[in-house]
């Protein structure tokens, strides 16, 4: 690609309409992406990165049940108000600020039918120019953000780019995971995407995490695919169908991912969050020492 022509990203998709069933009972009544992790939601860990990614505008796709994160991001001034007359004004700048921290937009995805079907609902908004995708799932530890890693591939080598990362083979199955050609060290040429196989088919142990840049193109395969593994109209399929229009490339990431979609992850992440804060490491440490378990 001719990096004169090179325009960066400045919108993300977030699929976000999800059950959560993984967290029932919680998420019964709280959407899975708006748990806490630390002092603010899981999603909005995953918008800081898109922001600081240069990222002007996300595209929530929420479902039945999501109301609360539209008024998460947008803006309440009672509550503010209420803080400030309390002089707590350090916290009513930083609530106050949620809602300037981008151009929020949302689409409705009626039905979980999958990850494409999710990606297909935000077509309104982003059909026109290359887009980011972000799992809420996935919070990502890196410098540069990851989004920016991504697009970075992408400025050098043009087509989309998916990251991934090597996982335990007996782990492939849990992932999309491509078949691929190693053009320099860390990035790849996709030649094909096998959504959660076996073990014994899987083409390599790189898996798809939660982060993409992904061409327009991406929409009219979309509309052409049939529901894949698990009933659902998957990106993969999507992704493996463009291939034969404009190429396709994956990066390995440099960070550390936290998986939060699984209760043992999202713990995890808890702990090394709250490791990272100076006061929080105190607590956490010394809960362990005091508790006598370790």
């Not at 898109?50 to 002007?56: E, I, M």
């Not at 040429?189 to 088919?201: C, F, G, I, Q, T």
Request: net charge negative.
């Amino acid at each position: 690609m001719n990096s004169s022509e090179f325009t960066p990203i400045n919108k993300v998709v977030f699929p976000a309409a999800g059950l959560g069933t993984r967290f029932l009972p919680a998420t019964k009544d709280i959407p899975k992406e708006m748990m806490p992790l630390i002092d603010r939601p899981i999603i909005h860990h995953d918008v800081d990165e898109a922001v600081a990614s240069g990222c002007s505008d996300i595209v929530f796709v929420t479902g039945i049940g999501k109301e609360s994160i539209k008024n998460y991001f947008s803006q309440f001034r009672d509550i503010v108000d209420l803080l400030r007359e309390r002089g707590k004004y350090e916290i009513a700048d930083l609530v106050d600020k949620i809602h300037t921290l981008a151009n929020f937009h949302y689409a409705m995805q009626e039905k979980p039918l999958g990850l494409g079907h999710a990606v297909l609902c935000a077509e309104g908004f982003c059909k026109d120019e290359y887009f980011g995708l972000a799992l809420p799932d996935d919070v990502m530890i890196s410098n540069p953000p990851v989004l920016s890693q991504l697009d970075a591939v992408r400025k050098k080598y043009g087509g989309s780019v998916l990251c991934v990362e090597a996982v335990p083979e007996d782990e492939v199955s849990r992932y999309g995971i491509i078949d691929a050609e190693e053009v320099e060290p860390g990035i790849y040429r996709v030649k094909d995407l096998v959504e959660k196989p076996a073990k014994e088919e899987a083409p390599s142990n790189l898996a798809i995490l939660g982060r993409y840049i992904i061409s327009p193109l991406i929409f009219a395969h979309l509309k052409k695919i049939k529901r894949g593994a698990g009933g659902e109209y998957q990106l993969t399929d999507a992704i493996a169908s463009m291939l034969k229009e404009e190429p396709v490339y994956a990066a390995l990431f440099t960070g550390k991912r936290l998986d939060c979609g699984v209760k043992e992850g999202w713990i995890e992440a808890t702990v090394v969050k709250a490791l990272e804060d100076p006061e929080l490491r105190k607590i956490v440490i010394g809960a362990v020492k005091k508790s006598g378990l370790l």
